[in-house]
C-alpha cells in the first residue's frame, strides 16, 4: 500500500471514531436531560406528598378537636341530666317509702333514696372537679338531715327511741337512718371517694364539733357539709342513735324468728326474763353473715357515739334480750360459720356493755 493510500486510511478511520463519539456524547446529553426532567417530576412529586400530608395532619388534629369537644358535650350533657334525674329518683323512693306497709319495703325504697343522692354518682370527669362534689354532698347532707327534722318534728311527742313503734313516720325514720352506710359504687376506680357515703359524712362533721367549740379551728374553714352537719347537729347525732338500736333489734327478731318464722308475745318475754339460746342452726351461712354485717353496723354506730363523746343509749328491752342471749359453741361447725359466730358473739357482748339503758 502506497503511503499516499495508508494515509487516506488512517484520516477515514478518525472521521468514523469521531462521529462515533459525537453520537456517545449527544446521547449522554439527552440521557442527561431526561434524568434532570425526571427529578423535576419527582421533587414535584415529593412536594404534592408533602403538601397532601401536611393536610392529613391538619385534618387529623382537627378530628380530634372535634371528637374531644363531642366528649366534652357528652359528659357536660350527662352531667345536666344527672341532676335532674338523680332528684326525680329520690323523690319516688321517697314516695314509696312513705306508701309501703312494712318495715322491709320501707328499708327497700329508703336504700334507694340515699343511692340516688348526686356526689354518689360523681364521675371526676369534665366539671366533676373535688368541688363541686363537696357541694354535692352538702346538698346531700342538707336534704337527708332536713328530711329527719322534718319528721321528727311531725312525731313531737309520739318520737321515741323504741325501736318497736307502728307508727308509720317513726317505721320511715328506722328504714333512713339503716341505709346511710350503702353507697353506689357504679365506677370502681373511685371506690375510694365512693366509700365516703352519708354515714360518712354525717361522722366526719360531728367529729369537727369539738374542735370548732374549742376554737381549734373555725366554722369558716370547714367544708359546707360539715358545716351543715353542724346546724343539723342534734339530728345527725339522733340519727345515730336510732340506728344502732333499730340494728340490735333487727338482728334479734332476724335471729330468732327468721324470714319464715314468728315468736309469741310470751316467748318474748321470757326471752327477756331468762336465758335463751340463739337458734343459729337455722339460718344458712348466708343468713348468718347477713345477721354478723347486721350487728357490726349496729356496733359501729355505737363506737361512733363513744368515740364522739356522747352518752350511749340502748333500749332495755333489746339490751335484755341481748343480755340473755348464748351462741353455743359447735364443734362440727364449718371453720367460716365458727369464725363468724364468734364476731357475732363479740360484737353483741359489746354492745351489752353499754352505760346506760333508753326506755
Known amino acids: 500500500m502506497s503511503l499516499s493510500n495508508f494515509m487516506h486510511l488512517v484520516a477515514f478511520c478518525s472521521l468514523v471514531m469521531a462521529c462515533s463519539v459525537k453520537d456517545d456524547l449527544d446521547e449522554m446529553h439527552k440521557s442527561t436531560v431526561e434524568m434532570n426532567k425526571t427529578t423535576l417530576e419527582m421533587r414535584d412529586a415529593t412536594t404534592r406528598m ?24 357528652t359528659i357536660n350533657t350527662y352531667q345536666d341530666l344527672r341532676h335532674g ?34 356526689f354518689q354518682l360523681w364521675k371526676g370527669q369534665g366539671r366533676d372537679d373535688e368541688a363541686k362534689l363537696n357541694n354535692q354532698r352538702d346538698d346531700a347532707v342538707n336534704e337527708y338531715l ?41 365506677d370502681p376506680g373511685l371506690q375510694d371517694e365512693m366509700d365516703r357515703g352519708m354515714e360518712k359524712l354525717l361522722e366526719e362533721g360531728l367529729k369537727t364539733k369539738k374542735q370548732v367549740e374549742s376554737g381549734a379551728i373555725g366554722a369558716t374553714a370547714l367544708t359546707t357539709y360539715m358545716q351543715s352537719v353542724l346546724l343539723y347537729e342534734p339530728y345527725a347525732r339522733l340519727v345515730f342513735e336510732l340506728r344502732q338500736n333499730f340494728l340490735a333489734a333487727m338482728f ?17 318475754l321470757k326471752m327477756t326474763l331468762l336465758l335463751w339460746v340463739a337458734p343459729t342452726q337455722s339460718h344458712n351461712t ?32 333489746i339490751r335484755r334480750l341481748l343480755a340473755n342471749m348464748r351462741i353455743e359453741e359447735n364443734a362440727l361447725e364449718a371453720a367460716d360459720r365458727q369464725q363468724t359466730l364468734n364476731v357475732i358473739r363479740s360484737s353483741v357482748e359489746q354492745i351489752v356493755s353499754m352505760d346506760a339503758e333508753a326506755e
Open 252 to 268: 334479734v327478731g332476724d335471729m330468732v324468728g327468721g324470714p319464715a318464722r314468728t315468736v309469741s308475745l310470751v316467748q318474748k
Open 146 to 186: 332536713r328530711m329527719i327534722k322534718g319528721i321528727c318534728m311531725d312525731l313531737g311527742a309520739k318520737l321515741t327511741m323504741s325501736p318497736m313503734s307502728s307508727d308509720a313516720r317513726m317505721q320511715d325514720l328506722y328504714a333512713l337512718v339503716t341505709v346511710i352506710h350503702l353507697v353506689d359504687s357504679n
Open 85 to 118: 334525674t338523680s332528684a326525680q329518683l329520690r323523690a319516688i323512693a321517697i314516695e314509696k317509702m312513705r306508701a309501703a306497709k312494712s318495715q322491709v319495703e320501707k328499708i327497700v325504697y329508703a336504700a334507694s333514696y340515699v343511692r340516688a343522692f348526686e
Open 50 to 73: 408533602e403538601q397532601k400530608t401536611a393536610a392529613m395532619q391538619q385534618t387529623t388534629a382537627s378530628m380530634a378537636t372535634t371528637t374531644e369537644a363531642l366528649n366534652q358535650n
Open 286 to 317: 348466708a343468713a348468718l353473715n347477713q345477721l354478723r354485717d347486721m350487728i357490726n353496723e349496729a356496733m359501729e354506730s355505737r363506737q361512733i357515739l363513744v368515740d364522739l363523746g356522747y352518752p350511749v343509749t340502748l333500749h332495755k328491752s
